[in-house]
């Protein structure tokens, strides 16, 4: 395993299931983009495809639905860095495909 | 409105170093940093960033910073953009190799994504605007 591999693989472990102020479900959810209520979703929707959209607006809302700021940072990483997963694997498997070797050997 | 936390929130050893950091810059620190220093326990990106963009690989830090740049630009992220093609046009002491790097496998994408074709859809609509 290279050392960017476990990097990687400890990362989305510590933002997944290390101690958080938010719930392990909540940010799950965000890192999968799926399963959310408004207006939580609006927001991980825009942070995983058009981050640049993100207004003002957006993060006071789910302040008013009862989020913390520490939990608000959790989810957005956790967007983030679960978008950012997917299109890593997405490009592995491409880079695989292109070049013929088998998914998984790396 | 945007997080009082990452403006305030750090621990004492890291405000030092933002302080440091806008003493020395001459220029308030940037957003990402404030994101990247603050509860370094969960987020804690910077590891994996510094193998990925300086650690030992086949490519060079410039090609690693060309890569950077354009998953910026379908990111639509200009900020990054930004710094990942100065840094990127730096190591190769060509910045307009850069910009046209760019440009030309920007244009071979937008030639692969054919209007109308749905398979294309998002990264239509992920494309950058200029």
């Not at chain 1, 989020?67 to 890593?88: H, K, M, P, S, W």
């Not at chain 2, 379908?74 to 440009?103: M, P, R």
Request: aromatic share 6%; net charge neutral; proline share 3%.
């Amino acid at each position: 395993m290279t050392d960017i591999t476990q990097l990687h693989r400890a990362l989305v472990a510590r933002v997944l299931d290390s101690d958080g102020t938010s719930p392990p479900g909540l940010r799950r959810a965000a890192f999968d983009n799926a399963g959310l209520s408004e207006p939580i979703r609006t927001l991980i929707e825009k942070v995983a495809y058009r981050a640049y959209s993100v207004t003002d607006d957006d993060i006071a809302a789910v302040r008013a639905a009862g989020l913390t700021e520490d939990q608000i940072f959790e989810i957005v990483v956790c967007a983030a860095i679960g978008q950012a997963n997917r299109q890593y694997t997405s490009a592995l498997a491409s880079v695989a495909n292109a070049t013929g070797e088998r998914e998984g050997r790396r | 409105m945007r997080l009082e936390i990452l403006d305030r929130g750090h621990r004492l050893g890291t405000k030092a170093l933002l302080a440091l950091i806008r003493l020395v810059s001459r220029q308030p620190v940037v957003d990402a940093v404030k994101l990247a220093f603050y509860r370094p326990d969960f987020y804690g990106g910077g590891d994996l960033s510094h193998e990925a963009m300086r650690g030992p690989s086949a490519w060079s830090i410039g090609d690693r910073e060309l890569m950077a740049a354009f998953v910026s630009k379908v990111n639509e992220s200009q900020f990054c953009i930004a710094a990942h093609s100065a840094t990127s046009g730096l190591w190769y002491g060509d910045h307009e190799k850069v910009v046209a790097t760019l440009a030309e496998v920007e244009n071979r994408a937008d030639r692969r994504a054919a209007p109308g074709d749905a398979s294309h859809a998002g990264q239509a609509h992920a494309r950058p605007q200029y």
